[in-house]
């Protein structure tokens, strides 16, 4: 199983929702990511977790706050985003000693209204 | 600043026909990778050439490397249609003091039947 599943598919929200992206793998990967892509653009990095433990910040504003709660889940939480915070999130695991090699969820669409 | 640039950014071929991206890059790296990503999708991992390696080949596709000109090409033999989607070059750099992979801004292959 290299399936790293990503739901929901599409979120709408507004401004002053509160709302979770969930992301899960059963491929036995310590390491795991969130990344933000706007259109047209690459994968730009907002957080590793490595062993469950945050260990990459990429200076991301507080209003988006990841949780690993285990080996297998990620989670970002969102509260009070802004419209410019659009975009595709895309979850990713890898083996720890293998980050170049990462494995990709299909993302969720997030529209900020 | 990007680790990692490709060009063209965009490219329409016929099928059949091969395809050439180019990826160059600033820093020492350890590894460079070729990711794809179809539209609105998570990107998959095509190839990792490592930084002794000068070429590497997968089924249709064809690495190579020259780090004394710090560039990569992807070339994609005898296209399908199928093979319309973004393709990212990656790299992990050795002079950061993270250790994460950079994903370049991408060409969008288009593939006409």
């Known amino acids: 199983d290299t399936e790293v599943t990503q739901t929901p598919k599409h979120l709408v929200m507004g401004m002053t929702n509160k709302k979770s992206l969930k992301c899960e793998q059963h491929?036995?990967?310590?390491?795991m990511y969130w990344y933000k892509q706007k259109a047209k653009k690459p994968p730009e990095l907002m957080f590793v977790y490595s062993y469950e433990k945050l260990s990459i910040n990429e200076s991301v504003p507080s209003r988006f706050s990841p949780e690993c709660p285990n080996s297998s889940l990620l989670n970002l939480h969102l509260h009070a985003l802004q419209p410019e915070d659009s975009a595709l999130y895309l979850c990713a695991s890898s083996q720890v000693q293998k980050k170049n090699i990462q494995y990709f969820g299909a993302g969720t669409r997030l529209s900020v209204l | 600043s990007q680790q990692g640039e490709e060009d063209p950014q965009a490219l329409s071929i016929q099928e059949g026909e091969n395809a050439t991206m180019n990826c160059s890059y600033k820093t020492s790296i350890n590894n460079l990778q070729w990711y794809r990503q179809n539209s609105g999708r998570g990107l998959v991992h095509l190839i990792l050439?490592?930084?002794?390696?000068r070429e590497k080949h997968s089924g249709r596709l064809r690495v190579t490397l020259d780090t004394s000109k710090k560039s990569s090409s992807l070339l994609i033999t005898a296209s399908r249609a199928a093979d319309t989607a973004s393709y990212f070059c990656?790299?992990?750099?050795?002079?950061?003091?993270?250790?994460?992979?950079?994903f370049g801004p991408g060409t969008s292959l288009s593939v006409i039947p």
């Open positions: 050439i490592r930084s002794n390696e």
């Open positions: 990656a790299t992990d750099a050795t002079l950061t003091s993270y250790d994460k992979v950079i």
């Open positions: 491929m036995g990967h310590r390491a």
